[in-house]
C-alpha cells in the first residue's frame, strides 16, 4: 500500500530522536546482530499526556518547568483524591465517588502519579492536532459505537440486543492496535520478545500478543483480515519499522476500521524506548497523521491481566436489557 504523507514522520522522528538516540555509543544488539528492543517498557507516565495538544501550547511538544511542575500537582491531589477514604485490605470505599464508583478498580491500580513535560501523544501535524475525520469516518464512527457503553446506550436506556452490541473492548477480546500500547487508567506495560526474523509484542492491556515478522515476508493476501492487522517488519538502522495492513472491519481505531494502515517505529534511546505510529487512512481522516510514546524500562516481572468482564459482565449486562425489556 502507499505510503502517501508518512513522511511527514520520518522527518519527525529525525528530529525528536536524534538528540537521544546519539547518546548511545553503541545500540545494544541480540546474538544475531539486530538491534536489541527486548524487555518490558511502560508508558506510564505518559497517561498525564493529553492525545491531542490543547490549543494554548501551539506547536510546543514540551512543557515548561513551571507547566510540568503544576501537572505533578495536579496529579498528586488526583492520586491523594483516589486513595481518600479507601481502605486498601477490604476495598471498602467510604467514599465511592473518590474512584469513581462502586465498581472501579481500587487506587492502587491506578497509574497516574508520574508526569511527563510532553504537550500532547500527536505530534504531527505541528500543531499535535487530529486532522478533520471525512464524512465517511464520521458515519463508521457513529455505527461503531451505537451500542457501546462508549457511546452511550447504556445511560440513555438503549436495550443491547447481544454481545457484537458492545466493544471488543469491553467483551475482553482486545483492546486493538495501535491502542493497547497507549495508557489508560492502568495496565501501561509492553514486553517485546525478539528472535533470527520475528519480534513479538505483548500488550498488558488484555495480554494481547502481535507477532512481527522481520525475514522479508511479503503481507498476507487481501482477504485475510484480523483485528490485529497484518504487521511485516524491517529494520533501518537501529529502528524497527513495521507496517500494518489487512485490519479486520470490526476493528475500531477511532472510528477507523478495515481501510487503516499504519506505520509503527520502535527505536532504543537513552533514557528507553520510542514508539510512533504514523496513520495514513484517507477514509477516515482528511490527512496522515502521528502520535509517539517515549517508554522507560519497566524492572517489574508484568504480571497476566484476566479480564472477567467479557465473562461475567456481559452476561449481567445483557439479561438487564432483556429484564428491561419485559
Same mark, same amino acid.
Given at each position: ?11 519527525? !522522528? ?20 539486530? $538491534? ?22 501551539? =506547536?510546543?511538544?514540551? *512543557? ?16 491523594? /483524591? ?5 481502605? *486498601? ?26 508526569? /511527563?513535560?510532553? %504537550? ?66 492502568? =495496565?501501561? =506495560? ?11 509484542? %505483548? ?35 537501529? %529502528?524497527?519499522?513495521?507496517?500494518? !495492513?489487512?485490519? /479486520? ?34 477514509? !477516515?481522516?482528511?490527512?496522515?497523521? !502521528? ?7 519497566? $524492572? ?11 465473562? =461475567? ?5 445483557? /439479561? ?7
Amino acid at each position: 500500500m502507499p505510503h502517501k504523507g508518512l513522511h511527514l514522520a520520518g522527518l519527525v !522522528t529525525l528530529i525528536t530522536v536524534g538528540a537521544a538516540h546519539a547518546a548511545l555509543a553503541q545500540s545494544p544488539r541480540t546474538p544475531w546482530g539486530d $538491534p536489541d528492543l527486548q524487555g518490558t517498557w511502560t508508558s506510564e507516565a505518559e497517561l498525564s499526556v493529553p492525545f491531542e495538544r490543547p490549543r494554548e501550547y501551539g =506547536n510546543r511538544q514540551r *512543557l515548561t518547568d513551571a507547566e510540568l511542575a503544576a501537572r505533578q500537582a495536579t496529579l498528586q491531589k488526583q492520586s491523594a /483524591s483516589d486513595n481518600a477514604d479507601f481502605d *486498601l485490605e477490604t476495598a471498602d470505599r467510604s467514599n465511592a465517588g473518590a474512584v469513581g464508583s462502586a465498581t472501579s478498580p481500587p487506587p492502587h491500580w491506578l497509574e497516574r502519579g508520574k508526569a /511527563s513535560p510532553r %504537550t500532547s501523544m500527536v505530534i504531527a501535524p505541528p500543531d499535535g492536532r487530529l486532522p478533520a475525520m471525512t464524512d465517511e469516518g464520521r458515519q463508521r464512527l457513529r455505527q461503531l459505537r451505537a451500542g457501546t457503553f462508549a457511546g452511550g446506550a447504556f445511560n440513555s436506556g438503549a436495550a443491547f440486543k447481544g454481545p457484537e452490541d458492545l466493544s471488543l473492548w469491553e467483551r475482553c477480546i482486545t483492546r486493538g492496535v495501535p491502542s493497547a500500547i497507549f495508557p489508560t487508567v492502568y =495496565n501501561a =506495560n509492553t514486553q517485546i520478545v525478539q528472535a533470527p526474523g520475528v519480534v513479538a509484542i %505483548t500488550y498488558e492491556m488484555i495480554h494481547d500478543t502481535r507477532i512481527v515478522f522481520t525475514d522479508g515476508r511479503t503481507h498476507v493476501g487481501g482477504a485475510i483480515r484480523g483485528y490485529h492487522g497484518d504487521s511485516r517488519g524491517h529494520w533501518e538502522g537501529d %529502528t524497527l519499522v513495521v507496517d500494518v !495492513t489487512n485490519f /479486520s472491519p470490526k476493528a475500531d481505531y477511532r472510528g477507523a476500521g478495515d481501510t487503516l494502515h499504519l506505520v509503527e517505529r520502535f527505536t532504543r534511546t537513552a533514557t528507553g524506548l520510542r514508539y510512533e505510529v504514523s496513520v495514513d487512512d484517507p477514509h !477516515t481522516w482528511t490527512g496522515p497523521w !502521528t502520535a509517539a510514546l517515549e517508554m522507560a524500562a519497566q $524492572p517489574e516481572a508484568m504480571f497476566e491481566y484476566a479480564c472477567h468482564e467479557g465473562n =461475567n459482565s456481559m452476561r449481567n449486562i445483557l /439479561s438487564g436489557a432483556r429484564a428491561a425489556e419485559r
